[in-house]
């Protein structure tokens, strides 16, 4: 079963410029990510949600607040159909300097060793930002930016010390490039 790492803000929910998502009530889900979700999920797909929350760290919302989003947030995917695998927060603060704040790949790591069965070149890592694309590429994962997010055009990638693979308007159409590579490798497979 392959595995997908998804970023959560701007991916899954609504991203908030110059804010957190503190609570649930502050919470949306995108257009289309329900969907997007249930797209991967009925194609077998472990998806796995990997997301730098610094708010915690920094005293603007608790652990309890996170706990109660991912709480609600599984159980709206779940009336929607699709179970997560996984949620991993990195909760610290970026002068904390900790292995688990995305661009570094340690909660990618850290899913691998707790979950095992993951082949980093044959997962993707959907993100809406920068930081997304070089923690996957850090990885060794592909990577598709969205533009439901922080990143609103392609171009703004030019300058970005890692570029993504793929690029997708949202969830619903990075699920749509997923399983279009992964049934055209195996086809390139059955052909040799
Ligand atoms: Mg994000
Ligand atoms: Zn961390």
Same mark, same amino acid.
């Given at each position: 079963?392959?595995?997908?790492?998804?970023?959560?803000?701007?991916?899954?929910? %609504?991203?908030?410029?110059?804010?957190?998502? @503190?609570?649930?009530?502050?919470?949306?889900?995108? /257009?289309?990510?329900?969907?997007?979700?249930?797209?991967?999920?009925?194609?077998?797909?472990?998806?796995?949600?990997?997301?730098?929350?610094?708010?915690?760290?920094?005293?603007?919302?608790?652990?309890?607040?996170?706990?109660?989003?991912?709480? =609600?947030?599984?159980?709206?995917?779940? !009336?929607?159909?699709?179970?997560?695998?996984?949620?991993?927060?990195?909760?610290?603060? /970026?002068? +904390?300097?900790? *292995?688990?704040?995305? /661009?570094? /790949?340690?909660?990618? %790591?850290?899913? !691998?060793? +707790?979950?095992?069965?993951?082949?980093?070149?044959?997962?993707?890592?959907?993100?809406?930002?920068?930081?997304?694309? *070089?923690?996957?590429?850090?990885?060794?994962?592909?990577?598709?930016?969205?533009?439901?997010? !922080?990143?609103?055009?392609?171009? *703004?990638?030019?300058?970005? @010390?890692?570029?993504?693979?793929?690029?997708?308007?949202?969830? +619903? +159409?990075?699920?749509?490039?997923?399983?279009?590579?992964?049934?055209?490798?195996?086809?390139?497979? =059955?052909?040799?």
């Amino acid at each position: 079963m392959k595995t997908i790492f998804l970023d959560r803000d701007g991916v899954i929910s %609504q991203f908030t410029p110059n804010d957190y998502v @503190k609570t649930w009530n502050e919470f949306r889900f995108l /257009p289309g990510a329900l969907r997007g979700l249930g797209m991967l999920f009925s194609h077998g797909y472990r998806i796995v949600v990997i997301s730098n929350q610094a708010g915690v760290s920094k005293g603007i919302f608790s652990m309890e607040n996170l706990n109660d989003i991912t709480l =609600k947030m599984e159980r709206e995917a779940e !009336k929607a159909g699709t179970v997560f695998a996984a949620v991993y927060y990195c909760i610290h603060a /970026p002068e +904390e300097n900790c *292995e688990c704040r995305k /661009p570094r /790949p340690g909660l990618l %790591q850290r899913a !691998k060793r +707790e979950l095992g069965g993951i082949i980093f070149g044959e997962t993707f890592f959907v993100g809406d930002t920068d930081i997304d694309i *070089e923690a996957g590429k850090a990885a060794g994962t592909k990577t598709i930016l969205v533009l439901s997010g !922080k990143t609103r055009t392609a171009e *703004e990638t030019l300058g970005w @010390k890692a570029r993504p693979d793929f690029v997708a308007s949202g969830l +619903e +159409e990075a699920a749509e490039i997923i399983i279009r590579q992964d049934s055209s490798e195996k086809d390139e497979g =059955k052909s040799k």
